[in-house]
Structure formats: C-alpha cells, structure tokens
C-alpha cells in the first residue's frame, strides 16, 4: 500500500493551496483519511480527518479556512486550504487507516511530507 501525497508549495498570506494524497495496493476498505503537519520544532498536529461516510474532523485553528474531502471511489483524499496564514508552514502528511485485501483489522499508513510554505 501507498500513500502519494502532492499539491504543496510556496504561497503568500491569504493564498489558497489544495493538496490531495491517493493511496494504491491491495486495499479492501479505507475507513478514514486525514492529513496531519509537523511544523520545525514542533510535534505532528491532526489537521482534519474524514471518515468514509463523511464525517469530518477539523483543527480549532483551521476550521473555517480548511476543508477536508475524499473520492472514494479514486481511494484519495483532498486538503483545500484557504485564507493561509504563516503559521500553517509545515510539511503536511496524509494518513489513512485502511484494511488491506486478505487482513481482518485496520493498519495505519503514511504518505510522504509535501512542504506548505506560506511567507510574504
């Protein structure tokens, strides 16, 4: 299984960027999806989450400029962020708990970082 994140850059405050991470492999189900970030010095944070039915996630400090959404169909998942703001500089990774083809439990599974920088 794997996780292929993309969409990150360099923006200005109050840019947008969409980020979208699909993952592939022998995968039965995909119960959620989520993107977390991990700032210098800082500890990975959950950004959102979504679960396969569409019940979302958010943290307190990008809700209402972010939105988190996923096609189930193509296994990905999408970030929209809006409104950027300095402090959402970090490396953004999806995260999906998924039941792999031939398993009986859920596993969790990594994308690679994509770099967010948002700098004037």
């Known amino acids: 299984v794997q996780l292929q994140a993309s969409g990150g850059g360099l923006v200005q405050p109050g840019e947008s960027l969409r980020l979208s991470c699909a993952a592939s492999g022998s995968i039965f189900s995909i119960n959620i999806m989520g993107w977390y970030r991990q700032a210098p010095g800082k500890q990975r944070e959950l950004v959102a989450a979504i679960t396969s039915g569409g019940s979302t996630n958010y943290a307190d400090s990008v809700k209402g400029r972010f939105t988190i959404s996923r096609d189930n169909a193509k296994n990905t998942v999408y970030l929209q962020m809006n409104s950027l703001k300095p402090e959402d500089t970090a490396v953004y990774f999806c995260?999906?708990?998924?039941?792999?083809?031939?398993?009986?439990?859920?596993?969790?599974?990594w994308g690679q970082g994509t770099l967010v920088t948002v700098s004037s």
């Open positions: 995260n999906a708990v998924l039941k792999r083809l031939g398993y009986k439990s859920d596993s969790d599974y």
